[in-house]
Every structure is written in C-alpha cells, then in structure tokens.
C-alpha cells in the first residue's frame, strides 16, 4: 500500500523537483555568494598580485613563498601569537566549557539556570561593551580598576601600563577571549550531558565503574559525542573568529611589539591598509588551512564509527 | 537500592553537590562582575566616574550619560536615532529572511529525497566551521562587485547565509516523525503548505534559537558599515557607538577622556541589553534546540 503511494507521487517528480530546486535556490545562492565564492577567490587571488587598481597578475606560489620567508613579523610574531592563543582559547575553552557544563549538570535546575545564564551572558556582548568595560578595568592610570586595587594592596607601588604593554596585552587578550567564550556550545554541551539516559550510569556502577572520573571518560563523553564535535567546532571558531579583541582592547593595528596580533589582523593589515590583495588571500587561506586542521582532529576525536 | 552513583539533574540539594556550588558560584560572579559593572558605570554621575580610588558601586544614580549619549550627533552631522532607526529596520528584515530561508533549505535537506542531499550536508557541515573573516577581502569584492556596496543590502544579505542557522533547523526538522508529513502529502498538501502548517509550529524553538544567534550577529555588527558603506546615514547603531566609545579613549594611556566615559558605558549597556532580554525570554527553547545540536 506504502510502496504503491510512494510510487504514485514520483510520477509528478517534475513539479516535486522544481519545488525542490526552488527550497534549496535562496540558502544556495547566498551560500555560493558569500561563502563558497569567496574561499575560491580567495585561493586564485592568492595565486596574484592585486593591488585594486591593477587586475590581478599571475604570480604563481610567490605570495606563499614570501609569506613563509620573507615575512618577519609573520612567522616571528603573527604565526607563534594565532597558535598560542588558538590552543589556549580554542581547547582550553572548550575544554572549560566542557567541565562548566558537566558541573551544572550535577546541581539543581533552579541554580544551574541562573548560573548558565551568568556563564552565557558574556558570549552575547559586542565589541563595544568589549572595549568599554575591558579597557576601563585594565586601564594605566591610578583609575583603572585593577591598578586601584593592586596599588591599594601594595603589591605594586606605581601603575602599569598593561593595555601597551608587550609583556601583559596577550594574557589579557586570553582572558577576556575565555571570558566570552561559553557560547552556544556550551549550551549544547550542557543539554547533551542533560539528556544522557541515567540507566547507563547505574548499569556501567554496577559493572563496577568506580568513580565520577571514569564516568565522564567511559559513559558521559561517548552518549554524547555528536555534541562534543558541535562544542569543539563552535570552540575553533570561536577562537579564530575573536582575533579582533587584542587590536580593539589597546586601540591600535599593530599592538605593541605585535604582541596581541594574530593572522586575521595581518589580514587586515595587508588588505585593508596595504591594499596587497593578493599577499591577504594568501594569509586567508593558511588562516582557512589552521581551521582546517583544528576541525579535522575534532572530526577524528568525536566521529561516531559506525 | 544499592545503586549511589552519580546523580545527573538531581531533584534535591545534598552536600555531595556543595563542591561543585564552591567552583561554580565564584565562577559565575566572575562571569557577571564585568556586566554588574557597566551597569554601575553607566549610571554614575561625572564626579563618581573619576573618584579616586575608584568605586565600583554607583552612590547616586543618574541618567546624564544616557541624555549625553541621545544628544549627540555624529561628527557628520547625523543624528543617533538614524543610526538606531537603521539598525532597528536592517535587524528586523534579516531576521525575518534568514528564518525564512533557513526552514526552506531546512526542510528539503531534512526531509526530502534526492541525489546531491548527502554531498549538500556535508558541505553545509565543514561550513560550520567557516571563519567569515578569513574572506572578507573577497567578500568585499563580491559586494562592490554586485553593486551593493553602498545600499542596505549590503548589511543583510551577507549574513543570511549561516551554515549554523540551517544546521541546527535541520537537526530539529529531523526529529519531526516522516509520518505526519506523509499523511499531508496524501491528502494533496503541497511543500509550502506542509512548511507553513506542520514544520513552521514545530520547529518553533529552533527557529527561536536561530533568532537569537542572528540578532546578536546583526545588532553587534559594525563589519558591514566600516567595509561595504561610506554614505553616513546608512551605517549602523553598533557602528557609531563602536566609534563614539572608541574615540573617547585616548591611544596614548589607554585611560579615558573625562566626558566620554560614562556614555562609553550608556552605549555598552545599550547595545548589550537587547540580546540579555530575548535571550532570558527564550532561553528553554534554546536549551531544547540544542539537544539536538550534535553532528553526527
């Protein structure tokens, strides 16, 4: 009966087909125009040198060549400064995000929404509220909050620049990524630990499962793996996405010994202020290859084999 | 019953949990401090604003730095509320066009059979990871290319296409049991029909869910005023607050100019606000969206 139904509406496969065509049609075409296009340009325009006014001219690898040879402040500063704060902000929060969330799970439901929301709330400020708070905390005067407070401790006895200063802007570049970094994969992660089915844990006691370390190896993790791989791809792009953060908290592209510049403000740099196209798709796309990697071992870590 | 394991979600408070209240109220007050802060700073009058040591509690509430903020205008001449007007129109339509053709695309890819559908949903998964910074040089160049740079299309149509958005509607359509839907295809309902009056009411968190990530990707934009607009009026709100409180530090000390410090935090506050209040509104449906979530 089933199969004689189905059968039936096959017959009017074409108008099926068109209404098919015309549900995917919108979401295609932004996503062609403004993602699939755009990493494809980005890999020919790498290949040229383009300067805006010029057509791009073919240069085969030389932008490559050059970004791996000659450009000093790239493998000195940029390369050293994405990897560094990418591994702290991008597993470091995910793992934070992780043990946040497995934490929550073991409390009541009154407290651990209101804690949720106070461990969310900071992923939802914008770059204003960013440079706002965050630049008034760690202010160089006497004014700034945190010098206040270590002055009036006397653990310092004169205020330290630390937005320009080369020795301090990084770490708190970290700190204020971490800070805003519980976004929604960590909501995710929260609702997947949530929703592991607790015979799994009473079976896996009585199979002699021993403690609450074992547990979140043997039984947490595994039942909730396909939330694991979205909390590790948000956690990546998280990480890649905030590179702004370290130029907005001291004000100024580069930052001081280009301390808190990462790739995307090298980007930037040559793109938007050097106008060398060309030498800026060539960035994006070993920008574009570093996210790659960072997904693939997520993908390897969390894949369900089936 | 012998069974004293662990107890995920538990009902009632034991000590056993008092361990993870020590790690995780200081946490969560740490999470807050920065934003119990801005609302502090923002409602502090001009005296309180540079008293030395600094106060973190406000002693007397003011609203000067709001009528500061809603007073001036742009070095240009435009007025704020422009910039807010822009915003408030330019957030409305995305939101609207982006739920609209996420639950299209959504559908098809959940529940419609057809060649490329596996090869389509991978791409849309390795674009999850998708950094749109990485291409804003040929994004620009997408933009100017078709003319749209200077007009509001400009703001909107580059962030309608969310790998993210469609991926989470996705998951959430396929919870959606293929028997319902094939009871309406026998009584002669057409795609658009089963959309509006089946998927629509069901998917209803995710959509929510989605609102929420679009809101707060429109409303905190300023990318799309600094790159793809010159002409003033059409810029956005986040885009002047973003320069107004960046113009009131001074690059040399990183400190704060006297008069701009407390409407920096106006601005700040006014531009958080909105995605706290949606957020707290629907912040179950979110929680049930995300159950669903994980890639498989």
């Known amino acids: ?306 | 019953m012998a069974y004293q394991g662990t107890k995920i979600n538990p009902t009632r408070f034991s000590f056993s949990q008092l361990k993870f209240y020590i790690i995780l109220v200081p946490l969560s007050v740490f999470m807050v401090l920065p934003i119990v802060y801005i609302i502090n700073q923002a409602f502090k009058p001009l005296d309180e604003l540079f008293m030395f040591p600094p106060r973190f509690f406000v002693q007397k509430p003011t609203l000067r730095n709001f009528q500061e903020l809603f007073r001036t205008a742009s070095s240009t001449g435009v007025p704020m509320s422009r910039y807010l007007l822009n915003s408030v129109v330019l957030t409305a339509i995305t939101l609207l066009l982006t739920l609209l053709i996420v639950v299209l695309s959504g559908y098809a890819l959940s529940k419609k059979n057809f060649r490329a559908k596996k090869v389509l949903l991978n791409i849309n998964q390795m674009a999850l990871m998708f950094v749109p910074v990485s291409v804003m040089i040929p994004r620009y160049l997408v933009v100017v290319n078709l003319g749209m740079d200077n007009t509001i299309l400009a703001h909107i149509v580059p962030l309608l296409a969310t790998p993210v958005g469609l991926f989470l509607v996705k998951q959430f359509i396929d919870q959606i049991p293929d028997s319902i839907l094939e009871a309406a295809r026998i009584d002669g309902a057409k795609d658009f029909y089963i959309i509006r009056r089946i998927i629509i009411p069901l998917v209803r968190p995710a959509l929510a869910t989605v609102a929420i990530l679009t809101f707060q990707a429109v409303w905190n934009s300023a990318e799309s005023s600094n790159y793809y607009i010159t002409d003033e009026t059409l810029k956005t709100f986040a885009f002047y607050l973003n320069s107004l409180a960046a113009s009131n530090f001074s690059n040399v000390t990183g400190s704060v100019s006297i008069a701009g410090a407390g409407m920096a935090a106006a601005s700040g506050l006014i531009m958080f606000l909105p995605n706290l209040i949606i957020f707290i509104f629907m912040q179950s449906k979110v929680m049930s969206t995300m159950v669903h979530s994980g890639i498989k």
């Open chain 1, 1 to 306: 009966m089933r199969a004689k139904l189905r059968a039936k509406y096959q017959q009017k496969s074409l108008g099926d087909a068109l209404s098919l065509f015309g549900l995917l049609l919108p979401y295609g075409i932004v996503f062609m125009l403004f993602v699939a296009i755009p990493i494809a340009v980005s890999i020919a325009l790498s290949l040229t040198y383009f300067n805006v006014i010029e057509p791009p001219r073919y240069m085969g690898l030389f932008n490559y060549i050059t970004l791996l040879t000659q450009d000093e402040v790239f493998s000195r500063y940029i390369l050293p400064n994405t990897v560094k704060y990418a591994i702290i902000v991008g597993p470091g929060g995910y793992i934070l995000s992780f043990l946040t969330a497995w934490m929550l799970a073991q409390i009541q439901k009154l407290p651990r929404t209101i804690m949720a929301l106070a461990l969310y709330t900071p992923s939802m400020v914008g770059p204003v509220f960013i440079t706002v708070v965050w630049r008034t905390l760690f202010s160089g005067d006497e004014a700034g909050y945190i010098n206040a407070l270590l002055l009036r401790l006397e653990l310092i006895d004169k205020p330290i620049q630390f937005l320009l200063s080369s020795d301090y802007i990084m770490g708190i570049m970290i700190l204020v990524s971490l800070w805003s970094s519980m976004g929604i994969g960590f909501l995710a992660m929260l609702a997947g630990i949530l929703n592991v089915n607790e015979e799994l844990y009473e079976a896996a006691y009585m199979d002699g499962l021993r403690n609450r370390f074992q547990e979140i190896i043997y039984i947490t993790i595994p039942s909730m793996k396909p939330q694991m791989l979205f909390g590790a791809v948000m956690a990546i792009v998280n990480a890649f996405n905030t590179g702004w953060i370290g130029v907005t908290l001291c004000g100024a592209n580069p930052t001081p010994g280009y301390a808190a510049n990462v790739i995307i403000n090298h980007i930037e740099d040559y793109g938007f202020t050097r106008y060398e196209m060309g030498y800026a798709a060539a960035i994006s796309v070993a920008l574009l290859f570093l996210v790659t990697c960072f997904s693939k071992i997520a993908h390897k870590l969390f894949t369900e084999k089936d």
